[in-house]
């Protein structure tokens, strides 16, 4: 009988296997969340620099994250931080990435499954540009909002949740022939810190309603014909 080593999660990949490119191919067809997966190693890796860098070299940790965060007076000169701004997390909390990525992990591999990979892209992009946008939105409307940064992946989530709930209407319309009613949830207006970050949070669903149009009704397909 051949002596097998025990593993909690048999059917993973080794560490070897990882980045082989053979693994990414078979994960690919599969419909494993290849994207999901790229994306929280990036914003670990990001957020590890940050730390290492805030810790050994405090200047030079301020600015990599200066130079990556979306900050509505400078997002005209510096066009690309819309997207590094998707990929940064406060290096001094563990929470926020912590956070952020345990939400990514529960959502995002659903809906990579049933969107497709490139879809599933396109969306998380349009979600964090919709959140950008939002931001820019905010400045415009307080003299305080153009020097109030935001950076981090929440942007991009909340369209990932806002995609998740047409998903849910759309099985509870095949399965029983209707929707789900979904009640607002409103907030109170806080400072004008926290009422630009919550701008950037929540028109993050305005890339989820673009991605939406573009995309069509047959996003869905593979589930159709599950």
């Not at 693994?23 to 599969?30: E, K, V």
């Not at 990929?87 to 809906?111: A, D, K, R, Y």
């Not at 499954?113 to 415009?140: E, I, N, T």
């Not at 307080?142 to 909340?158: D, I, K, N, R, V």
């Amino acid at each position: 009988m051949a002596y097998q080593r025990f593993s909690l999660f048999p059917d993973s990949p080794s560490f070897k296997d990882l980045f082989s490119a053979r693994s990414l191919r078979y994960r690919w067809r599969n419909g494993d969340p290849v994207i999901t997966t790229a994306i929280m190693a990036i914003c670990i890796v990001v957020w590890a620099i940050e730390a290492v860098l805030l810790l050994v070299w405090p200047e030079g940790g301020n600015a990599f994250v200066n130079a990556g965060m979306l900050l509505p007076a400078t997002a005209v000169r510096h066009p690309w931080t819309f997207i590094t701004s998707m990929f940064l997390h406060q290096p001094t909390s563990l929470w926020h990435i912590l956070f952020n990525m345990l939400t990514l992990w529960c959502v995002g591999p659903v809906l990579e499954r049933m969107m497709g990979h490139w879809p599933y892209l396109a969306l998380y992009v349009l979600s964090g540009l919709g959140g950008g946008a939002g931001l820019m939105v905010w400045a415009v409307c307080s003299p305080s909002g153009w020097m109030t940064a935001a950076y981090g992946a929440s942007g991009a989530l909340f369209g990932l949740f806002i995609q998740c709930g047409d998903l849910l209407r759309r099985i509870c319309q095949a399965a029983q022939g209707s929707g789900i009613a979904f009640q607002p949830v409103g907030q109170g207006a806080g400072s004008g810190r926290q009422v630009g970050a919550d701008a950037f949070h929540c028109t993050g669903g305005s890339g989820a309603a673009v991605g939406h149009r573009a995309q069509g009704p047959g996003m869905y397909g593979k589930f159709a014909h599950a």
